[in-house]
């Protein structure tokens, strides 16, 4: 099989936390490694602008996400990592793009239409607050994966409406100009877990019921000790099906380590002792890259020449990629 290209990026919003990195860093790491695989990974800054209109947290966001997967391993010889503002090609495809994505389209993102029923039920303007970066969202980010000619890209399934239309127009663009872009696949990875959080639903920033990354050891026991479990006293036994502290330790432990601690819910193992052990389980994964990462923090200039070379890296993709299109579209020098 010939090599597969995956590309992912992140919106650089938010500090990440145990659902970010048992859902998609981790096993992104994980798959980077694989041979017959090229990887690259970015940071959506310009994706972050929709959303947050703080200028610090944007910077600052950016720094912790970067120092996150650095510390959490990632291999930047045998991968592209870059930020996308450091792109100059991706917002000059975006408006390329954006001139022949139908509105149509656009109209039918889930991220809009949720914006507009809400100000419909709250009575309002369709569309209050909703501006035309919400809007042609999708149109960025068909640029981000159709500029580095990716085939596979890992997301959530929130985002596969996304992937499809820069697929759609990909297609779209390949009819009507040049046939540059390849048809990009949304890959959603079943295999890997949909963390629960503290209060039991999906873990989510928007739920506020987080536990952290690299917060540090003690905000790490503190949030584990506060996973919901229900009455049964120690001795009782326990359902590892319906318990949060189960999930979360499958999550971390291998298939002995699994057994074992179905057996001692069967036992009727105390909530106290079985957190005591996830707390001890997960840390002892985290503890390395937590100092890494607090060494990484502690020296951004280090960050931002990895991501400069990161960039450097990516152009020499986009850059003629881009001189192909302008051609395409007849923005072409005189003679
Ligand atoms: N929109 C994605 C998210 O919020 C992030 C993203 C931006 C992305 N550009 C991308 C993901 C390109 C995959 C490919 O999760």
Known sequence: MSTRRVLTGITTTGTPHLGNYVGAIRPAIAASTVADRESFFFLADYHALIKCSDPDQVQRSTLEIAATWLALGLDTDNTVFYRQSD??????????????????????????????????????????????????????????????????????????????????????????????????????DDNVAVLQGLDGRKMSKSYNNTIPLFEGEKKLKKAINKIKTNLLEPGEPKDPNDSTVFQLWCAFADEQGIEDMRKAFAEGIAWGEAKKQLFERVNEELAGPRAEYERLLADPGHIEQVLRQGADKARTHSAPLMAEIREAVGIRPMT
């Open 87 to 188: 792109i100059p090609e991706i917002p000059e495809l975006t408006w390329i793009l954006n001139c022949s994505a139908a509105k149509g389209l656009m109209n039918r993102a889930h991220a809009y239409k949720a914006a507009v029923q809400s100000n419909e039920d709250a009575g309002e303007d369709p569309d209050f607050g909703v501006t035309m970066g919400l809007f042609s969202y999708p149109v960025l980010m068909a640029a981000d994966i159709l500029m580095f000619k990716a085939h596979d890209i890992p997301v959530g399934r929130d985002q596969i409406q996304h992937v499809e239309m820069a697929r759609d127009i990909a297609q779209r663009f390949n009819h009507n100009f040049t046939e540059l872009f390849v048809l990009p696949e949304a890959r959603v």
